[in-house]
């Protein structure tokens, strides 16, 4: 870092304190200083940056987009201090690890359950903070450091423009299944029996649905698409309520069985769900990542 670019971190505790207590007028009272010179600290501050971090809100300031992410970096920083003092007068430290993971809207919620738990029985306490949204939406906030994975059945694309990596977690066959009154009428003749048949599938722009499309296509199957969803976990509410087949991750297979009362009606040969972390890091480091990167290779285990 230049120095004119130096960072002054009298000013970023400011900034942080701030923030932290939603006003200029707490940040003074905690800081014990004035408000002039607390402003003063944080114009600085921005100077130095050379970006915008507050704003303000009514009585409040409120951070940016970068002053968001200034934050997110400050309360390390600062959570950081805090553990190096308890180190140092021999306290033991509870301060949990934060894990920030986005979740694909496309991924089961118990493909995701299955892989994010371990990062609880770590025996440091863990607070995780879980985001649902598009793989699209989530990987840009991945990319400003709102978060520090994001869990999804696709690699990232390069046309999405970002720098981040792909860890491939595992892969497993692609299931038919439906309730039992559904299911039994299928099984026989399987897969050509299911033109014809309520399917429920995935959205268009999801990559187990595009290997679903070119499975009907290489069989000659022909069903009737009575519902696309982009949350995974609404298309399973209507394949429970018997409005079609569903595509099931084989891994899920017994415990759909034994929770929903699904059968299973065939498997989609040739068709793969992958599952994938996302993050910035070329290597994964965080401890609870780590742990759900090892657990991932029992849950896909061949």
């Not at 759909?256 to 599952?275: H, L, M, N, S």
């Not at 480091?285 to 285990?301: G, K, T, Y």
Request: aromatic share 6%; proline share 6%; glycine share 6%.
């Amino acid at each position: 870092m230049s120095g004119s670019r130096k960072l002054n971190y009298q000013h970023l505790l400011y900034f942080w304190t701030v923030v932290r207590t939603g006003s200029l007028t707490g940040a003074c009272a905690e800081l014990h200083l004035s408000a002039p010179a607390v402003s003063a600290q944080l114009k600085v501050l921005e100077a130095r940056l050379g970006e915008k971090l507050l704003v303000r809100s009514g009585r409040s300031l409120t951070p940016t987009e970068m002053g968001r992410v200034v934050y997110g970096y400050a309360d390390e920083i600062f959570g950081l201090g805090r553990d190096l003092i308890d180190a140092v007068e021999q306290r033991p430290t509870r301060r949990p690890l934060r894990l920030v993971a986005g979740i694909d809207d496309v991924l089961p919620k118990e493909i995701a359950h299955r892989l994010l738990g371990p990062a609880l029985e770590l025996k440091h306490p863990v607070r995780l903070i879980c985001r649902e949204g598009t793989l699209e939406r989530l990987v840009a906030q991945l990319a400003v450091h709102e978060m520090d994975v994001v869990l999804s059945d696709s690699p990232i694309a390069p046309s999405l423009n970002v720098r981040a990596y792909n860890h491939h977690l595992g892969t497993c066959a692609e299931l038919w299944m439906a309730k039992a009154s559904l299911a039994r009428s299928l099984r026989r003749g399987f897969p050509k029996s299911l033109t014809g048949a309520p399917v429920l599938l995935p959205t268009d722009d999801t990559a187990i649905r595009r290997a679903l499309d070119q499975w009907f296509e290489r069989h000659d199957v022909r069903p009737v698409v009575v519902g696309e969803f982009e949350d995974y976990a609404l298309l399973r509410e209507f394949a429970l309520a018997g409005s079609g087949i569903a595509p099931v991750p084989a891994v899920l297979e017994q415990q759909f069985r034994r929770e929903y009362g699904f059968v299973r009606i065939g498997t989609a040969d040739g068709v793969q769900a992958q599952f994938y972390a996302i993050s910035v890091e070329r290597r994964l480091r965080h401890p609870a990542l780590l742990a759900v990167s090892e657990n991932a290779q029992r849950i896909f285990a061949p």
